[in-house]
């Protein structure tokens, strides 16, 4: 990751290459004022084999990073792992292009698994909604 906070925004929104080994899509954005980035993977196991490849750009800049850098001080690393299920998440997009999880996966009009969240998600059987959805091109 730290190879692909070099990139600009152009780079940013292209989808990755199929080099990627897996990465579905990964998004690069300033956060705080500092470099940072997201990245969605297709599973665990296409990150973990991209983390380890000893031919790849993680793994040489990993070992780079903690023998210059260690515990210095002078740069910080937030990283997080997230394990989703499959169908287990729910993205909404209204008037959007297809960016964060929308890009990474499937993309399908709201009402195709029921209008309200409490019905997409399996935590009601009945399907009322506060304010109805409107058709999003």
Known sequence: MVAGVRGDAADAARPPPP???????????????????????RSFEHLDRFARDPAGLHLPAWRWFNRAVKASGDVGIWHETYLVRAGGYEAI?????????????????????????????????TDEVAVPSYPNP
Do not use: C, E, F, K
């Not at 990964?26 to 956060?31: E, G």
């Not at 709201?110 to 309200?116: D, E, F």
């Open 93 to 125: 997009y209204g008037n959007m292009p297809r960016v964060g999880l929308a890009a990474a996966g499937d993309h399908m009009p709201i009402a195709r698994r029921g209008h309200s969240a409490a019905r997409r998600v399996g935590a009601s059987t």
């Open 19 to 41: 080099s990627r080994q897996g990465a579905a899509r990964r998004l690069q954005r300033p956060a705080q004022r500092r470099p940072g980035g997201r990245q969605y993977w």
